[in-house]
């Protein structure tokens, strides 16, 4: 995996409050590695389109898969142009005037051009990636894809070569003036969390929950 940071280029530079921006490969990671969905931008025939869907990343490659039959997905193949985002929200940052009301969130914008992966193998790999990604140990318990599942998923590979981060933190920044207001100020964190696993018709009521499913906790995994 490089460990070089990202050197900021005229797509990923930020015009905007440009202090807010991070090219640390660290930073980056870190968000892409807590985050489920990421949105997929491109133009087919002149008209823009942006897609949600799930991903991963192995090394310096973000993971994109679906169907063989996928739109995107094949128009993808075709060395299409590609911004992919993601962004986590943290919090809602509450002012005291309607002006300076803002979000703390964390966010990627990744530009490049996505390969189709051939190989069976390294499509394998590619997938138990995305396993691994919605819940490390699943993987080793679950059957794997089969060569007729295989072949009926795509999955792209999108070099980590031109990316940054945005990131705010912190609570509001209102004006000098608004500072005496008798309006309550601050932050409001939001939290992902995990509620009691819900066991499927066809499992054993006998049969355990498994550990990593009870110890489940997405930022202490990612942060480790």
């Known amino acids: 995996m490089t460990t070089a940071n990202f050197v900021p280029t005229p797509h990923t530079t930020l015009k905007r409050l440009p202090q807010r921006g991070f ?10 590695d807590e985050a489920f969905i990421c949105h997929v931008g ?6 823009p389109l942006v897609i949600p869907t799930s991903f991963a990343r192995s090394g310096d490659e973000l993971y994109l898969h679906g169907s063989a039959a996928s739109r995107m997905l094949r128009a993808l193949s075709g060395a299409v142009s590609v911004c992919v985002t993601v962004t986590l929200v943290d919090g809602l ?11 703390n969130y964390r966010s990627v914008v990744i530009f490049g051009q996505a390969a189709l992966i051939e190989d069976l193998e390294q499509k394998r790999r590619a997938l138990e990636a995305f396993t691994e990604h919605v819940i490390p140990g699943r993987w080793a318990e679950v059957r794997e894809p089969n060569e007729q599942e295989l072949k009926a998923t795509s999955v792209l590979a999108l070099p980590l070569a031109e990316a940054s ?3 705010r933190t912190g609570g509001p920044k209102d004006d000098e003036e608004d500072y005496t207001q008798p309006v309550w100020s601050g932050v409001l964190p939001l939290l992902t969390v995990t509620g009691a696993p819900e066991a499927d018709e066809y499992t054993p009521a006998a049969m355990p929950v498994p550990a990593y499913v009870l110890q489940y906790d997405r930022k202490k995994l990612t942060n480790e």
């Open 93 to 103: 940052v509450l002012a005291r005037s309607a002006f300076h009301h803002s979000i």
């Open 165 to 167: 981060a945005k990131i």
């Open 42 to 47: 491109f133009v087919v025939d002149g008209r």
């Open 23 to 32: 090219y640390e490969r660290e930073a980056v990671y870190a968000i892409l």
